[in-house]
């Protein structure tokens, strides 16, 4: 437990401020929704009337006139948004030495889009984790020990669990599952009336097949090996699964009304992370 312990001190650090950094970068607004109430940012001014409070009077500008004017502010509602990220052992990997794994980037934009969102006042909790969703500042590093602690036991996808209707899903992984098996998950969150966003996460070399002669490919998840002599010839079918895949995704996505994106490791996360961020922030009234 003490090892565990010293290791979670020595690891959780450097995610947390690599994903406050990459958030703050974004430069994030709060989720302001036009309609009065409470909330930070203003709106617009509207004339006294006989039930508004006294103390709701903006006094410098209804002395520019006759008129008594209120101050109204948007309403700031909260939404709950459920993350998760592919923590499976395929995760682990890259292609090259500069390059983050899958598993790690997925980890710091997970944790930096929870910076985002509880910045902005919303709820966030972890699908497969037996927390509640939690909002303010204390509840970012429980999230990045839940991220970090996250064992080679995970799955490539969440298991089912029931989420409150209205709720947000936010899947993240290299998702190449079957796309059945990505469909039913998708489905059955739809139609419970989950809004939902896929983010694919993957290394280059998969989005390009950049190899030649005798290659040995190794599954990190107990695959058995697979030697060919001349990689470059099945470069072209490679392609054009990959390609079908990820339109199969994509449709996955449009049928259920979720968002899809994809992202490569060599890329900078903050402008997927900006992306992602502003299609959750468009959120229907």
Do not use: C
């Not at 109204?72 to 948004?81: D, G, P």
């Not at 509640?132 to 020990?145: D, Q």
Request: aromatic content about 8%; glycine content about 6%; hydrophobic content about 40%.
């Amino acid at each position: 437990m003490r090892q565990q312990a010293q290791d979670l001190a020595a690891t959780l650090p450097p995610l947390l401020v690599a994903a406050q950094r990459v958030a703050h970068t974004v430069a994030p607004g709060a989720h302001g929704r036009r309609r009065a109430g409470l909330g930070d940012d203003f709106w617009q001014f509207r004339p006294y009337q006989s039930f508004d409070s006294v103390r709701s009077i903006d006094w410098r500008r209804s002395a520019m006139g006759q008129t008594t004017f209120v101050r109204e502010r948007e309403q700031a509602t909260a939404q709950t948004v459920y993350l998760w990220r592919d923590a499976s052992p395929s995760m682990r990997w890259r292609s090259d030495r500069n390059l983050p794994e899958k598993r790690e980037r997925a980890a710091l934009l997970t944790m930096a889009l929870a910076v985002l969102l509880i910045e902005a006042g919303e709820r966030v909790g972890l699908v497969g984790e037996q927390i509640s969703p939690r909002t303010g500042r204390p509840a970012l590093e429980p999230l990045a020990a839940l991220l970090t602690m996250t064992s080679d036991a995970a799955g490539s996808l969440p298991v089912y669990e029931p989420l409150p209707r209205h709720g947000t899903a936010v899947l993240m992984g290299d998702l190449f599952d079957p796309l059945s098996e990505v469909d039913a998950l998708v489905k059955r969150w739809s139609a419970e009336g989950i809004r939902g966003h896929i983010l694919q996460v993957t290394d280059p070399a998969e989005e390009s097949f950049p190899f030649h002669g005798r290659v040995r490919f190794e599954g990190l998840e107990h695959e058995l090996p697979q030697l060919l002599g001349r990689a470059e010839r099945v470069a072209d079918d490679y392609a054009s699964r990959f390609a079908a895949h990820r339109a199969g995704l994509e449709e996955i996505a449009r049928r259920a009304g979720w968002s899809f994106a994809h992202h490569t490791t060599d890329r900078p996360a903050e402008a997927a992370l900006l992306a992602l961020y502003t299609v959750i922030a468009q959120r229907p009234d």
